[in-house]
Nanobody, 124 residues
Framework: QLQLVESGGGLVQPGGSLRLSCVTS????????IGWFRQAPGKEREGVSC????????NYADSVKGRFTISKDNAKNTAYLQMDNLRTEDTAVYYC?????????????????WGQGTQVTVSS
């Protein structure tokens, strides 16, 4: 059973940066695509980004394109989400998830395993 644990969230000012980490255990990360999702209070969960199992294919939501970068280090069983030029509207709980495909539509039903989330707050 694959398990995922997110870390790296926190409070940051607009324009700042954070790097989220997603450490996996219980299975080989190379076999899985990783997605990052977020959910703000009162809003539905939305897909942020995903990366294919081998790391070749990456997709981003339009709202984060050019500001966020997804990566994964299969040797360390860890995936990352580098978030730059953060905006107040990026405030949310961020979740990583593991599945078998990374699709442009970034839909959560493609992912079978989920972490518990890490809070990101962007505020001055």
């Amino acid at each position: 059973q694959l398990q995922l644990v997110e870390s790296g969230g926190g409070l940051v000012q607009p324009g700042g940066s954070l790097r989220l980490s997603c450490v996996t255990s219980g299975a080989i990360l190379e076999n899985y695509a990783i997605g990052w999702f977020r959910q703000a209070p009162g809003k539905e969960r939305e897909g942020v980004s995903c990366i294919s199992n081998g790391g070749v294919s990456r997709n981003y939501a339009d709202s984060v394109k050019g500001r966020f970068t997804i990566s994964k280090d299969n040797a360390k069983n860890t995936a990352y989400l580098q978030m730059d030029n953060l905006r107040t509207e990026d405030t949310a709980v961020y979740y990583c998830a593991a599945g078998y495909v990374c699709r442009k539509n970034l839909e959560g039903h493609n992912y079978d395993y989920w972490g518990q989330g890490t809070q990101v707050t962007v505020s001055s």
